[in-house]
């Protein structure tokens, strides 16, 4: 195997790793929808709009996938929503 043959494997492994990684937000009696959009916004950097469409699947569903990518990534977001009394973990 080439040395660009074997970096053109790594970046997509790496790639694929990305997605792997989820921060799911699970639906709670406590937090008000505006709370819930004010710190998407804040952890997350969704548009407010994104927000309020992970606010209401929350609600309706129970849960919602409200961030994708690298797990170091997503730690430090994480634990915003955690730190806000949201309920949410990393899959």
Known sequence: MSTKEKYEEDVLLLE???????IVLYNDDVNTFDH???TLIYACEHTSEQAE???ILVHYKGKCTVKS???????PRCSK?????????II
Do not use: F, H, P
Request: glycine fraction near 6%; hydrophobic fraction near 40%; aromatic fraction near 4%.
């Open 36 to 38: 819930v959009i004010t």
């Open 53 to 55: 469409q992970c606010a």
């Open 69 to 75: 990518g690298s797990y170091d990534d997503l730690e």
């Open 81 to 89: 929503l955690l730190e806000a009394g949201l309920s949410a973990e």
């Open 16 to 22: 694929a790793e990305d997605l792997e990684n989820q």
